[in-house]
């Protein structure tokens, strides 16, 4: 392990020089989740001619990812690749950038990130933690969940332990749900021993890798929860200012490219995921309306409340509602 406690070194010409490190809040083998981040590791030194290096590290090799925020916040050396939904302990808002409830698709939201003020609003909040957020992959539509039967009415819900992320566990809270956050490595163990009775967790390709359709057969898609998942390179904000142009720039350019890459390679993964888990004898189905018709009301007067609450959320919230409303 690295000296973590120093920051990167200064060239003669002022630019910071040696090892950045990439701590992930995904395993690299993760489909998109984690192997965006060893891409972005790989095309960015491939580019690097001025000593600046970066090193991808795998979840839990230096701090749990819920700890990714404070830890760049407070070290000029600790990058970290995860989504910004991971820091709803700090701001609500983040849920806005990350993913949330009946968000618009990830190309929209890519498109108020670059052209509707989304970048400055995020850079605003940040930069409290003294940190610089780049956006570097998404991910598309998560499942709804999966179930071990249909659930055809709200009164199914009802009473279901399920693990469940973000701002749609409150939702699903309100809806009468028992639910747990766990990391996704101790899902699999937890749904196989009863200790959950469903689960939502990522995207069909993802699930599949993991092996859900091995235990729960009835499995909803796409969800309402978690339409897009933006993922970020997360930056020490004082590393970041002494970076030279030419360095920030690499590092926005190669997400950038990142982004498109990953979005080529969702389009071929859908199809063939979904196909494997209903040949494994899962059936794939869509939310039943009235169900959907629901929770988007109850996420609705949710949002409101928090917006009450939370100045910053309705400022970050309804600006990506107006931006995608104009569109």
Known sequence: MTGCQQAPEQSAGGNPTGLLELHSAYGSKLTILGSQGTRFEEAFNRQSDDGLRIKFYEPGALFAPME??????????????????????????????????????????????RHGGGQELMDMLFARYNAKAVPCSYLDAEGFGWFHSPIRTMADLKGLRMRFFGLGARVMERAG????????????PALRQNKIQATEFSTPYIDRYIGFHRIAKTYYYPGWHQPLTLLTVLVNLDTWN???????????????????????????????????IRDNGA?????????EKRLREIWENYAAELGRDDPEFRKVYESLRAFAAGV
């Open 68 to 113: 990714g925020l404070d830890r760049v916040g407070q070290n000029r050396r600790i990058a970290t690749w995860a989504s910004p939904g991971y820091f709803l302990n700090k701001d609500y808002a983040f849920a806005v950038f990350g993913g949330l409830p009946f968000s618009p698709p990830p190309r929209q939201h890519l498109d108020w990130l």
């Open 283 to 291: 059936a794939v189905l869509r939310t039943p309306t009235a169900i």
């Open 242 to 276: 002494a970076m030279t142009p030419g360095q920030r720039q690499r590092i926005e350019e190669v997400c950038a490219e990142n982004i498109e890459a990953g979005f080529e390679k969702i389009r071929r993964l859908i199809g063939p995921a979904i196909e494997e």
């Open 177 to 188: 749900v028992d639910t747990v956050l766990m990391a996704g490595s101790d899902i699999y």
